[in-house]
């Protein structure tokens, strides 16, 4: 099978589109032709051995780490789960990826893909969707009339973030440039601050419950954000390599958000896919042998929305 990797740590020219062996399925495992899997930042982070403590992959190794597809054979000991179904899942970070023709995953990682979007494009979800699910309902414990702070809702975890913060009964307040304005807006976002322009701690003049920090801003800003939330709120970071602030004195907790695999927590997001209530964005679909200059272009800050990547 074709497959993208990198043998060794270092910038986007590392990657190679190569041959591979084909993958067989242990126990507990199942083997998936891949429709899709999609580009995360983490990816390049990752390939540039940024995260060797947190997520040691052995070399060489395929990225992707979200994957949408059909199981095509099954392992020892896999039910509930059948050769021919079309799956969704968010694979261990540290294990092969799904960049590639066929991939293992666990089978408990993976749920059936929802049948409302092109099964390629399923592939645009899990790592966000549960990038914003777990900030807003895990760490930030959001309820119906509440106000949300969702800094650099421009992205992808942003665009998931508003939908389900307002599908929740929230009043959302988001900040984003120009050229995603409009997307953030038909999210459902009640106030859409433009932060080019105007800085968020004078746009808000009132306070917030939770705000959720998904843009890589300087400690002086992250900081800034506490001042906007009410005593006993939270600030659920995503930006990990830079611890988030709290405010003790007023019960403000201050929370790094590092995602997790959750098959529950994605099943209900591709019910709520299904059921018209989520909107999944695709911005681009990339054969997998452009992998390395998608990679090339995500590091000069050219990659604007969600990316799939197709075999």
């Not at 597809?69 to 899942?89: N, Q, R």
């Not at 970070?93 to 293992?104: K, Q």
């Not at 959720?212 to 800003?221: G, I, K, S, Y």
Request: aromatic share 4%; glycine share 12%; no cysteine.
């Amino acid at each position: 099978m074709k497959a993208v990797r990198f043998h060794e740590y270092g910038d986007p020219g590392v990657l190679r589109h190569e041959d591979v062996e084909l993958p067989v399925p242990g126990a507990g495992e199942v083997r998936i032709r891949v429709a899709a899997t999609s580009f995360n930042p983490v990816d390049g982070t990752i390939r540039g051995g940024f995260m060797r403590g947190p997520i040691p992959v052995a070399l060489p190794h395929t990225p992707g780490i979200d994957v949408a597809g059909t199981v095509d054979a099954l392992g020892e000991g896999v039910d509930g789960v059948s050769v021919g179904d079309d799956v969704v899942g968010f694979l261990p970070m540290d294990g092969a990826g799904a960049a590639a023709e066929y991939v293992l995953a666990p089978a408990e990682v993976l749920v059936p893909a929802p049948k409302s979007v092109p099964l390629a494009d399923a592939a645009a979800l899990p790592l966000v969707g549960l990038t914003a699910y777990q900030a807003l309902f895990d760490h930030g414990g959001l309820t119906a009339g509440q106000r949300v702070l969702i800094n650099g809702a421009g992205g992808a975890v942003g665009g998931y973030a508003v939908q389900l913060a307002k599908n929740a009964g929230a009043h959302v307040i988001a900040t984003a440039g120009p050229r995603s304005t409009e997307a953030v807006k038909s999210a459902g976002a009640d106030d859409v601050i433009d932060h080019t322009t105007t800085g968020v701690t004078t746009a808000v003049t009132e306070g917030v419950d939770i705000a959720l920090n998904l843009a890589p801003v300087d400690p002086a800003e992250l900081a800034a954000l506490v001042t906007l939330i009410r005593s006993g709120g939270v600030l659920v970071n995503t930006t990990v390599w830079m611890p988030a602030p709290g405010d003790e004195e007023r019960g403000v907790r201050g929370i790094d958000l590092f995602v997790r695999s959750d098959a529950d927590q994605l099943a209900r997001l591709v019910s709520l896919v299904d059921r018209g209530e989520l909107r999944v964005d695709v911005a681009e679909r990339v054969p997998l042998a452009e992998l390395p200059a998608l990679h090339a272009r995500a590091a000069e800050g050219a990659v604007h929305g969600k990316v799939v990547v197709v075999p």
